[in-house]
């Protein structure tokens, strides 16, 4: 009976000890690689998760270095095309200044052409507008060269340049003009909106034009040429008050009366 007895105990021991949740941790040679291999494994994830999460931080700095300098970048070049656009405009109107009408016109002239397209200048100088500016002051006469921009930019077409030279004095770069029929069309169009009064408040102020015109009769030349006749046409009509003259070879002594470039 004992032995059977001890039998029976040794087999409900076996039996309790592989049903029951809790094993001891195996030692060498009974599972213990298996183990030290997932803590490698988890080890390595843990490493890899650390350097992704390092490489994310390095690209989002990296990106926001990246959009500092294109901001920067954009700040400069707003700069720049502003610097640009001041030395190259007149600050009351915004027109072209005198220098860029002149280097405007060298390209225009310079054009490769089989015929010499047809340019032609309109030099406009305002009569009366001193003693406007005397007597109303400077603001009223800045404002008023103003509205005479808008409307020459108004009165030419959309391919053509309007430009203030400097003071009460404006030109016009035309290009492809038909004909002194259409240009003197043209002229009377501008000189009829310059003329046009002008209200400023209570105040009521009007000017007239005096408009030269020169136009390309050969190929060689230079723009200077062009501007110096076209303001030797201006004093011409200015002098006869014919509101409008064209260049000819009899006004060739106003030629080096002022400078022009």
């Known amino acids: 009976m004992r032995k ?4 029976i105990s040794r087999q409900a021991k076996e039996g309790a000890e592989m049903a029951s949740p809790w094993r001891p941790v195996p030692g060498p ?7 030290h291999m997932l803590l490698q494994l988890r080890e390595m994830l843990q490493q890899e998760q650390t350097r992704r999460t390092q490489l994310e931080h390095e690209v989002a700095d990296a990106q926001q270095q990246l959009a500092a300098l294109r901001a920067e970048l954009s700040s400069s070049q707003d ?27 060298h390209e225009v002239l310079a054009e490769p052409s089989p015929t010499a397209p047809s340019v032609a200048v309109l030099f406009l100088d305002l009569d009366g507008f001193k003693a406007i500016n005397d007597t109303h002051g400077h603001a009223i006469g800045d404002q008023l060269l103003s509205i005479v921009a808008v409307r020459l930019l108004r009165t030419v077409r959309a391919h053509d340049m309007v430009g203030r030279l400097g003071g009460d004095e404006f030109a016009c ?22 003329s046009d009064p002008v209200r400023m408040g209570e105040l009521l102020v009007q000017v007239q034009a005096s408009i030269g015109i ?48």
């Open 4 to 7: 059977a007895t001890r039998v």
């Open 214 to 261: 020169a136009v390309r009769d050969t190929p060689n030349l230079s723009a200077e040429m062009l501007l110096r006749r076209a303001d030797a046409a201006m004093y011409a009509a200015k002098r006869t008050q014919s509101r409008v003259a064209f260049y000819d070879s009899e006004l060739t002594p106003l030629l080096s009366g002022r400078e022009i470039a």
């Open 173 to 194: 770069l035309l290009r492809d003009v038909p004909g002194c029929d259409q240009l003197t069309r043209l002229a009377d169009k501008v000189f009829t909106a310059v």
């Open 79 to 105: 700069v720049e095309r502003r610097t640009r656009h001041l030395a190259l405009h007149d600050s009351l109107t915004a027109l072209p200044n005198r220098g860029y009408f002149l280097q405007r016109l």
């Open 29 to 35: 040679g009974e599972g213990g690689e298996d183990e």
